[in-house]
């Protein structure tokens, strides 16, 4: 190994690391949106607009277009909307003795 061999082999493994990274290079698809919505637990909290997952899991076909739309332009236009990221901590009371647990409420959709 010469010099030019080791700079060419470190091009070469950096452009398969930056295909193989990328896993936001092809656009979300409905099969794969509706893969992680139907995986979504049942009976939780909904978030600050009382959205629970059983609303986006029985939303029917044109909700699941529009949040593959959605989920595209975020990252089509590399940004987030402000909404998904606040959260709210809420202290919930464990048992008797005071200790609580704390859960973060976010937006849905």
């Given at each position: 190994g010469s010099l030019?061999?080791?700079e060419s082999e470190i091009h070469r493994l950096d452009l398969l690391e930056d295909e193989s990274d990328n896993v936001l290079a092809q656009p979300f698809t409905l099969y794969e949106v509706n893969q992680v919505i139907y995986d979504l637990p049942n009976g939780?909290?909904?978030d600050f607009d009382k959205i629970c997952y059983e609303h986006v899991k029985f939303g029917g076909p044109n909700l699941l277009h529009h949040i593959v739309l959605l989920f595209n332009a975020i990252v089509c236009l590399?940004?987030?909307p402000l909404s998904f990221k606040l959260a709210v901590k809420v202290p919930i009371p464990k048992d008797s003795t005071g200790k609580k647990?704390?859960?973060i409420i976010v937006e849905l959709v």
């Amino acid at each position: 190994g010469s010099l030019k061999d080791i700079e060419s082999e470190i091009h070469r493994l950096d452009l398969l690391e930056d295909e193989s990274d990328n896993v936001l290079a092809q656009p979300f698809t409905l099969y794969e949106v509706n893969q992680v919505i139907y995986d979504l637990p049942n009976g939780k909290s909904p978030d600050f607009d009382k959205i629970c997952y059983e609303h986006v899991k029985f939303g029917g076909p044109n909700l699941l277009h529009h949040i593959v739309l959605l989920f595209n332009a975020i990252v089509c236009l590399e940004h987030i909307p402000l909404s998904f990221k606040l959260a709210v901590k809420v202290p919930i009371p464990k048992d008797s003795t005071g200790k609580k647990t704390l859960i973060i409420i976010v937006e849905l959709v």
